[in-house]
């Protein structure tokens, strides 16, 4: 064999060595990114059951605290179709009296996450404050949520609070 064979043949060995570790690569990469979409259908699918759970234990307490249960039901109330809901609702609100976003704090752009601590605005503790829903709010933020029940003897119970759909 030639030096020039030689040469040709470990450039190709390592060629092919290239190609099985990119290969290898690849397959690896594919294997994870398999068991990762099969993964995230479980953990949707886990994260639906547990949402629906949730709604269901909601919707219990709800009737529960109106002195209902589910045969006194005739039909389920929406936000979007609820006339005369006047239900309430936990938004965090800046403490400090002095702050911008404390006059702001029933304003819808304003509301913040629930578990956030303090102001963007001024670094201030947020409190928790029970608020009525306005009807803007109802409409846009719980139009699907369950804020009431329609009994089976045409009394109209509503919910103090919106459940979750
Ligand atoms: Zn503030």
């Given at each position: 064999m030639s030096a020039a064979e030689q040469v040709v043949n470990v450039l190709l060995e390592v060629d092919h060595d290239a190609h099985v570790k990119a290969y290898d690569r690849l397959k690896q990469w594919d294997a994870a990114y398999d068991s990762h979409k099969k993964l995230a259908v479980l953990k949707r699918k886990a994260l639906d059951v547990?949402?629906?759970?949730?709604?269901?234990?909601?919707?219990e307490r709800a009737l529960a605290y109106a002195g209902l249960t589910r045969d006194d039901v005739a039909r389920q109330i929406r936000g979007a179709?609820?006339?005369?809901?006047v239900g309430t609702e936990q938004i965090k609100g800046c403490k400090n009296p002095n702050c911008d976003q404390k006059y702001e704090r029933f304003n819808r752009r304003t509301h913040r996450p629930m578990e956030q601590e303090t102001c963007n605005q001024c670094n201030e503790p947020?409190?928790?404050?029970?608020?009525?829903?306005?009807k803007q709010r109802l409409e846009l933020v719980y139009g699907r949520h369950i804020v009431g029940v329609e009994t089976n003897d045409g009394q109209t119970?509503?919910?103090?609070?919106?459940?979750?759909p």
């Open positions: 547990f949402g629906q759970l949730g709604t269901a234990i909601g919707y179709n609820a006339h005369g809901y947020l409190e928790t404050l029970t608020v009525p829903i306005s119970i509503w919910f103090k609070e919106p459940v979750a």
